[in-house]
T-cell receptor, first 111, second 115 residues
Framework: QKEVEQDPGPLSVPEGAIVSLNCTYSNSAFQYFMWYRQYSRKGPELLMYTYSSGNKEDGRFTAQVDKSSKYISLFIRDSQPSDSATYLCAMSAGGSYIPTFGRGTSLIVHP | EAEVAQSPRYKITEKSQAVAFWCDPISGHATLYWYRQILGQGPELLVQFQDESVVDDSQLPKDRFSAERLKGVDSTLKIQPAELGDSAMYLC?????????????FGPGTRLTVL
C-alpha cells in the first residue's frame, strides 16, 4: 500500500459544479498538506498549503485536513473549464520539505 | 514573474545512449530538486541540493544517474546509459530554503522518451 492514495479519475463535471478531490494517507507523521495543479505538459504549481488539521480557503478553493481520519480534500466552487488539469495532493512530515505525492486526479470541466 | 527554466523540453534517445538535462532555478533560491514523474504517477525525488552540496540522493540510481550543481546555481542531471524504463518527465524545482514552509516552484519539465 502506498503512503498516499489518490483516485486517478478522470473526474468529469459540468461548468459551475462543485468539485471534491480527495486523498488518504497512512503516515501519521505527516503534518504539512499541499495541493498542486498540473496542466498537461507543464510542471506542478502549488495551489494550497495547510499545516496540521483544519480548513483553509482561497477564493474558489477550500482545502480540508482531517488528521484523525488521515483524509484530505480540495473543494473547487463554481468550476471553470480552465480548472481542467491534474490535481496532485502532497504531504510531508516536517524537518525537510520533501513531499510525498499522490498520483494525481485528472479533472475535466466541460462547458 | 521569475520561473524555473529547463531544457530541453523534449528528448528522444535510444537505449544505451547518454542524455543530459539542464535546470536554471529562480534567482536567489538555494535549494534545488530533481524529480522524476512517470506518466500517471506523482513526482518522486531523485536528488536535493542545498547550494552546491547534495543533501539527499538516496533515491538516485547512482549506477547510471549523476547530478551536479557546481557553482550552486544551475544544475545538470545526466543518465548514462539510458534504459527503456527511464522514459518519464524529469522535473526541476527550486525553493528559497529547505524548510517545510519554503514553497517549491517547478519548471516545465523535460519529457524523455527512450526507444
Amino acid at each position: 500500500q502506498k503512503e498516499v492514495e489518490q483516485d486517478p479519475g478522470p473526474l468529469s463535471v459540468p461548468e459551475g459544479a462543485i468539485v471534491s478531490l480527495n486523498c488518504t494517507y497512512s503516515n501519521s507523521a505527516f503534518q504539512y498538506f499541499m495541493w498542486y495543479r498540473q496542466y498537461s505538459r507543464k510542471g506542478p504549481e502549488l495551489l494550497m498549503y495547510t499545516y496540521s488539521s483544519g480548513n483553509k480557503e482561497d477564493g474558489r478553493f477550500t482545502a480540508q485536513v482531517d488528521k484523525s481520519s488521515k483524509y484530505i480534500s480540495l473543494f473547487i466552487r463554481d468550476s471553470q473549464p480552465s480548472d481542467s488539469a491534474t490535481y496532485l495532493c502532497a504531504m510531508s512530515a516536517g524537518g525537510s520539505y520533501i513531499p510525498t505525492f499522490g498520483r494525481g486526479t485528472s479533472l475535466i470541466v466541460h462547458p | 514573474e521569475a520561473e524555473v527554466a529547463q531544457s530541453p523540453r523534449y528528448k528522444i534517445t535510444e537505449k544505451s545512449q547518454a542524455v543530459a538535462f539542464w535546470c536554471d532555478p529562480i534567482s536567489g533560491h538555494a535549494t534545488l530538486y530533481w524529480y522524476r514523474q512517470i506518466l500517471g504517477q506523482g513526482p518522486e525525488l531523485l536528488v536535493q541540493f542545498q547550494d552546491e552540496s547534495v543533501v539527499d540522493d538516496s533515491q538516485l540510481p547512482k549506477d547510471r544517474f549523476s547530478a551536479e550543481r557546481l557553482k550552486g546555481v544551475d544544475s545538470t542531471l545526466k543518465i548514462q546509459p539510458a534504459e527503456l524504463g527511464d522514459s518519464a518527465m524529469y522535473l526541476c524545482a527550486s525553493s528559497f530554503g529547505p524548510r517545510d514552509t519554503d514553497t517549491q516552484y517547478f519548471g516545465p519539465g523535460t519529457r524523455l522518451t527512450v526507444l
